[in-house]
């Protein structure tokens, strides 16, 4: 009976001590480099894409901005890889880049048979159509025989056929390798419709028609794509930082906590809005960063729902509404485990 007191008592002093994490050999590297590599849409308005100024905006965009405050403390510190869909498994998979933010849509088939993990979903999306207004359609099944423009490489392609299929549609896509090629023969008039994710078509609208009104994005959505950051295999505690960065964003707008009242709330008396931000607790360690790391990444992008307003929302150059991308508490689904 003593022994096993003692053996007890052993286990429960184990457990109680936390282990420091081991860095892991991305942040290793990506520390050695000094900067973090990221692989980006060559051009995708409010989610990826450079200003006038050359300077990089979007929602993916501030993904990897804030994974690199986490890690350093500064989110200058990545290099942007811009790559078409074909490119961009292949760059993640080589080592060319350490995360790949690029509205990528998460499927069972690219999460097991790629060398890839997802990290989460900054983005609840749906595949949609869009059209000339002057054609006056109100559904997708409307498009009976129509020619529609689509990129090859992506998950977009193989729904549309399974949507002509499932409704004898008899649809002709019009495939092109590249985003600019397919946008391109729409707007040209060479396809009745194109078809992307929803937030792409809104995107291009915005982007490239001479006139936006004079395109409507129908109200079909014919899939689900939930788009995130995607990490290489292999590395638990690179995948870990980069899933616990985009959690502790949705957990600041859960909690009040902003880009500019950050530091304010360093002295909050709510024991969740101090363990995330490191004032009361240092989750750090257990991810082999500063205590901060959450705070850095708040400071520079701000939380998610300032994220997503900047970017996409309804106040944006797109226009979005926050609809399944709201807070779990305000009838959406975005949801993050606690910081504890």
Known sequence: M????????????????????????????????????????????GFSSADSQGKWIGMDVDACRAVAAAIFGDPTKVK????????????????EIDVLSRNTTWTLTRDAS?????????????????????????SAKQLKGATVCV???????????????????????????????????????????????????ASFRNKEAKNPEDH?????????????PVVRRGDDEFFTIVKWVGFALIEAEDYGVT?????????????????????????????????AWAANAIKAVGNYGEIFERNVGPKSALGLPRGLNNLWSNGGIMYAPPVR
């Open 2 to 45: 003593r022994q096993l007191l003692i053996t007890a008592s052993l286990l429960t002093a184990g457990l109680a001590t936390t282990p420091l994490a081991h860095a892991g050999k991305t942040l290793d590297a990506v520390k050695a480099r000094g900067q973090l590599v990221c692989g980006v849409n060559e051009g995708l308005a």
């Open 80 to 95: 942007w890889v811009p790559l078409n869909a074909q490119q961009r498994f292949t760059a993640l998979q080589s080592g």
């Open 114 to 138: 790629l060398g890839l993990e997802f990290t989460g979903v900054t983005y609840y999306d749906g595949q949609g159509f869009m059209v000339p207004a002057k054609l006056k359609l109100k």
């Open 151 to 201: 990129q090859s490489g992506t998950t977009t392609e193989k729904n549309l056929t399974d949507f002509s299929r499932a409704n004898n549609l008899n649809i002709k896509p019009v495939v092109f390798e590249k985003q600019e090629a397919t946008t391109a023969a729409y707007f040209s008039g060479r396809c009745i419709a194109i078809t992307t994710d929803a937030s792409g078509l």
């Open 216 to 228: 409507v994005i129908l109200p079909d959505l014919i899939s689900k794509e939930p788009l995130g």
């Open 259 to 291: 880009q500019a009242n950050v530091d304010k709330m360093m002295s909050s008396d709510n024991p969740a809005i101090g363990r995330l931000l490191g004032s009361t607790e240092d989750t750090g360690k257990l991810l082999g960063l500063d205590k």
